[in-house]
């Protein structure tokens, strides 16, 4: 069986037909675990994704208005919750579970653009705190890895944020998927047109010896369907 994942900043989903519009594009991709973004949601207005999602649903909720995340994970994955764990700030939701007999930590993540080193200072202590030795991290990060490579026009410095995401990738011991089947590719997540610039802030990082059991099996979707609606 493929497994099918998916990262998304929907930027707002509190517009049933945007709503309904993500579901069927999700559904279309034929997609087992998705990781949505800025979904602007109240908890109640997330428990409604369960109406049309055929599956489980994992969410931190914020506001109408700014951030929000929920993890969808689709009934014919086998995945048997064991734990959960969510920030108060829309920030991120931490699914703990049993996969093709693997435990597997799905982290959902939305970063703040500001420069903030605590923040993935506390990040990085709850992924240890969960525990577990496959991990399946995808968000949006806000910042670029390798600002060369991932924006344009290209630059050379690394930001606060950058440098916190490395030192997670290093000790946890992640990669890139992307990256991994795109090693020369210049390819941007975000645009913006006043500044005419871009950067690919968006990523799947999967822990380096549980991508060697996935390999087989895992499917992510191209970078160019992954994030825009």
Known sequence: MSVKISTWNVKGSNNVVKKKSILNSLKKDLTHIAFLQETHLTDDEHRKYCREWVGQI??????TNKRGVITLIHKNLPFNVIATHKDN???YILVKGMLHGETV??????APNAQD??????LFSQLVDMDCANIILAGDFNCA???KMDKFPPQSILTK?????????NELDLIDVWRHYNPLSKEYTFH????L???RIDYIFILTAFWLVLQGILHQVPLSQLLWM
Do not use: D, M
């Not at 930590?105 to 939305?110: H, S, V």
């Not at 080193?117 to 506390?122: I, N």
């Not at 913006?192 to 500044?195: C, E, G, I, Q, R």
């Open 161 to 169: 944020n950058s440098k916190a995401l490395w030192q997670i990738i």
């Open 145 to 147: 890895l390798c600002p």
């Open 192 to 195: 913006s047109n006043p500044h």
């Open 58 to 63: 994992f969410f931190s909720s914020y506001s």
């Open 117 to 122: 080193g605590e923040f993935y200072t506390v």
């Open 197 to 199: 610039s871009a950067s």
């Open 89 to 91: 700030e829309g920030r």
């Open 105 to 110: 930590l799905l982290g959902n993540i939305y």
